[in-house]
Nanobody, 124 residues
Framework: QVRLAESGGASVQPGGSLTLSCVVS????????MAWFRQPTGRERERVST????YGSPYVKGRFTGTRDRTRKTLYLQMSDLQPEDTAMYYC?????????????????????WGQGTQVTVST
């Protein structure tokens, strides 16, 4: 059974930075697909980072950079220049896919394993 546990959420001011962590426990398949999503209140979850297997380059999307540490089985999401619109619950999720492209296109509803989430609030 795969379990995920996020941490690092906080309240920050606009322009601030934050790094979230997601510890993945249990046995993950070789073709594991992992991702960071966020969900603002009243809105759907949106993807912010993608990882296919425990090997690979950081995933950079705008002000966000996703990295992974295979030895610690931990995902990270580094967020910079945070803005009020970044306020959301941030989740990590995992499943398995054949390729990175399939992983990156996999909708949130199709991920089998989720963490409990960590709240990020950006306000003055």
């Amino acid at each position: 059974q795969v379990r995920l546990a996020e941490s690092g959420g906080a309240s920050v001011q606009p322009g601030g930075s934050l790094t979230l962590s997601c510890v993945v426990s249990g046995s993950t398949p070789n073709n594991v697909c992992m991702a960071w999503f966020r969900q603002p209140t009243g809105r759907e979850r949106e993807r912010v980072s993608t990882f296919h297997t425990w090997y690979g380059s950081p995933y950079v999307k705008g002000r966000f950079t996703g990295t992974r540490d295979r030895t610690r089985k931990t995902l990270y999401l580094q967020m910079s220049d945070l803005q009020p619109e970044d306020t959301a619950m941030y989740y990590c999720a995992s499943d398995a896919t054949y390729s990175w492209e399939q992983c990156d296109r996999k909708p949130a509803r199709d991920f089998a394993h989720w963490g409990q989430g960590t709240q990020v609030t950006v306000s003055t």
